[in-house]
């Protein structure tokens, strides 16, 4: 039965999945920018300016939204869950802050001269305020992940009558698992990114854009999910290796272990039965998982039934793992494959243009999926082994949290369509605007030659 409990944990999913949308395209979405910026300085060719121009747009709509959603998910912290800071206040409280003094007023401050400036300022101003706001969104996600990461990990800190002190603030920011999170994170940020580029300038030439700036764009995005796939993977499994020494039941629901084995396999598929403790319809390869997580053929992993009463719900976190994997599984092959053919200067054709504007979003649901592991992962523990989700949460009436939680949801609902339809004008008016090239690009992004008319006003299109 959805009890108070239950309810605000569904509310605050449902913050956070919907806040975390536009955090994960700004964070990579501005460096790319500034690359974009950097190579319009260096080599003068409006194309990079028009494709600045257009993406810059996206920038902004994505902020707009991230700093509308940020404000509502804070709120929850003291109507859903006022234990939280009555017991980690001290903790949470100056995590928080550090993260709206070092990033969100240093993104705000140069926001305004990004978007506005671009006429008013000098170029190198300009660069330097969109660098400015790269490390402003850079430093958001570090100060975030560390207060994530220590509810995960907790280290650095004393319990004095049931309040938590800090006594290193160090051991707090660095917390054992928070460089591999938040290197996982930044990483999971660009790939949501480049396939979001990729996707739109994708649906942009498949209608006929014929312009030379979706197509610059799109092979930029292709190279780095080329790189960024892999390296994911790599970084994954560290990640995987911490989350072991840390929270071995966490791993036990990923892989869906039952029973302390060494030489546990890799499952494919399996329907967890909680109630009986065991799994239906196993597709595994053998010894693989241990071969995975302790590099080791017969390797040993501890199962869930050595941690019963203590461990999180395993069909959430258990389909959720392998729906993240399976999407990145998936960018690897496309980014791999459509980087080689656009390397070797073949046009994409339809089925493949569609194919990657498929996979848009496909950064959003492997993000959510991995958030979802890593938070229900946790349960039934808000803050490790310090603060349990039951003893945080508000005493209001049932019926008080199921309104508010409807709400949200439909809020939330009406934004992200708007959201998606106002990316889906941009980019349609994008298509029909007339350009004036005046250079034509190499894959490098160095000029060939001239194919059209010079105009005075090409540095200064109204698309891309």
Same mark, same amino acid.
């Given at each position: 039965?959805?009890?108070?409990?239950?309810?605000?944990?569904?509310?605050?999913?449902?913050?956070?999945?919907?806040?975390?949308?536009?955090?994960?395209?700004?964070?990579?979405?501005? @460096?790319?920018? %500034?690359?974009?910026?950097?190579?319009?300085?260096?080599?003068?060719?409006?194309?990079?300016?028009?494709?600045?121009?257009?993406?810059?747009?996206?920038?902004?709509?994505?902020?707009?939204?991230?700093? $509308?959603?940020?404000?509502?998910?804070?709120?929850?912290?003291?109507?859903?869950?006022?234990?939280?800071?009555?017991?980690?206040? #001290?903790?949470?409280?100056?995590?928080?802050?550090?993260?709206?003094?070092?990033?969100?007023?240093?993104?705000?401050?140069?926001?305004? !001269?990004?978007?506005?400036?671009?006429?008013?300022?000098?170029?190198?101003?300009?660069?330097?305020?969109? /660098?400015?706001?790269?490390?402003?969104?850079?430093?958001?996600?570090?100060?975030?992940?560390?207060?994530?990461?220590?509810?995960?990990?907790?280290?650095?800190?004393?319990?004095?009558?049931?309040?938590?002190?800090?006594?290193? @603030?160090?051991? !707090?920011?660095?917390?054992?698992?928070?460089?591999?999170?938040?290197?996982?994170?930044?990483?999971?940020?660009?790939?949501?990114?480049?396939?979001?580029?990729?996707?739109?300038?994708?649906?942009?030439?498949?209608?006929?854009?014929?312009?030379?700036?979706?197509?610059?764009?799109?092979?930029?995005? /292709?190279?780095?999910?080329?790189?960024?796939?892999?390296?994911?993977?790599?970084?994954?499994?560290?990640?995987?290796?911490?989350?072991?020494?840390?929270?071995?039941?966490? !791993?036990?629901?990923?892989?869906?272990?039952?029973?302390?084995?060494?030489?546990?396999?890799?499952?494919?598929?399996?329907?967890?039965?909680?109630?009986?403790?065991? #799994?239906?319809?196993?597709?595994?390869?053998?010894?693989?998982?241990?071969?995975?997580?302790?590099?080791?053929?017969?390797?040993?992993?501890?199962?869930?039934?050595?941690?019963?009463?203590?461990?999180?719900?395993?069909?959430? $976190?258990?389909?959720?793992?392998?729906?993240?994997?399976?999407?990145?599984?998936?960018?690897?092959?496309?980014?791999?494959?459509?980087?080689?053919?656009?390397?070797? #200067?073949?046009?994409?054709?339809?089925?493949?243009?569609?194919?990657?504007?498929?996979?848009?979003?496909?950064?959003?649901?492997?993000?959510?999926?991995? @958030?979802?592991?890593?938070?229900?992962?946790?349960?039934?523990?808000?803050?490790?082994?310090?603060?349990?989700?039951?003893?945080?949460?508000?005493?209001?009436?049932?019926?008080? $949290?199921?309104?508010?939680?409807?709400?949200?949801?439909?809020?939330?609902?009406?934004?992200?369509?708007?959201?998606?339809?106002? %990316?889906?004008?941009?980019?349609?008016?994008?298509?029909?605007?007339?350009?004036?090239?005046?250079?034509?690009?190499?894959?490098?992004?160095?000029?060939?030659?001239?194919?059209?008319?010079?105009?005075?006003?090409?540095?200064?299109?109204?698309?891309?």
């Amino acid at each position: 039965m959805l009890d108070t409990l239950m309810l605000s944990r569904m509310q605050f999913a449902a913050n956070i999945s919907f806040h975390i949308l536009f955090p994960t395209i700004n964070i990579a979405l501005c @460096w790319v920018l %500034l690359y974009f910026k950097v190579k319009h300085d260096r080599t003068q060719n409006p194309v990079w300016m028009r494709i600045y121009r257009f993406w810059v747009k996206v920038f902004a709509l994505s902020f707009a939204m991230g700093v $509308v959603s940020g404000i509502t998910m804070s709120f929850q912290f003291g109507t859903n869950w006022p234990g939280y800071m009555e017991t980690v206040g #001290n903790i949470a409280g100056p995590l928080l802050g550090y993260e709206v003094l070092t990033a969100f007023f240093l993104e705000a401050t140069f926001l305004g !001269v990004m978007l506005f400036g671009i006429n008013r300022v000098s170029s190198r101003v300009h660069t330097f305020s969109t /660098l400015m706001v790269a490390i402003g969104t850079s430093f958001s996600a570090f100060w975030i992940l560390a207060l994530d990461s220590w509810m995960q990990t907790p280290a650095g800190f004393e319990m004095r009558d049931g309040v938590a002190y800090v006594t290193s @603030w160090w051991d !707090v920011i660095f917390n054992p698992s928070f460089p591999y999170r938040l290197a996982h994170m930044l990483i999971a940020s660009g790939l949501t990114t480049a396939f979001f580029i990729a996707g739109i300038s994708a649906y942009r030439l498949r209608k006929g854009d014929t312009k030379l700036a979706p197509k610059v764009a799109l092979k930029t995005a /292709l190279y780095m999910a080329a790189v960024l796939a892999p390296l994911q993977a790599f970084v994954g499994d560290l990640h995987g290796l911490n989350t072991l020494e840390h929270q071995p039941q966490k !791993v036990a629901a990923m892989e869906g272990v039952w029973e302390t084995q060494e030489g546990a396999p890799l499952l494919l598929f399996a329907i967890p039965d909680e109630e009986s403790r065991e #799994n239906h319809f196993e597709i595994g390869i053998p010894k693989l998982a241990s071969l995975i997580l302790t590099h080791e053929m017969d390797g040993e992993i501890k199962g869930l039934n050595d941690f019963e009463g203590d461990h999180p719900p395993v069909k959430a $976190v258990f389909f959720s793992f392998r729906v993240m994997v399976g999407i990145g599984v998936v960018m690897i092959i496309v980014a791999w494959y459509f980087s080689y053919l656009t390397y070797k #200067n073949k046009s994409l054709v339809r089925w493949q243009l569609r194919t990657l504007e498929i996979l848009t979003f496909s950064g959003w649901v492997a993000v959510l999926a991995g @958030w979802y592991v890593t938070e229900i992962g946790r349960q039934p523990w808000l803050v490790t082994g310090v603060l349990a989700t039951a003893d945080a949460v508000t005493t209001q009436p049932t019926g008080n $949290v199921l309104a508010s939680f409807i709400t949200y949801l439909c809020v939330y609902a009406g934004l992200l369509w708007a959201y998606i339809h106002t %990316l889906r004008v941009m980019a349609r008016k994008s298509i029909t605007v007339e350009e004036f090239e005046t250079k034509e690009l190499s894959p490098t992004g160095n000029t060939l030659a001239n194919n059209a008319t010079p105009n005075k006003h090409a540095t200064e299109p109204q698309g891309a």
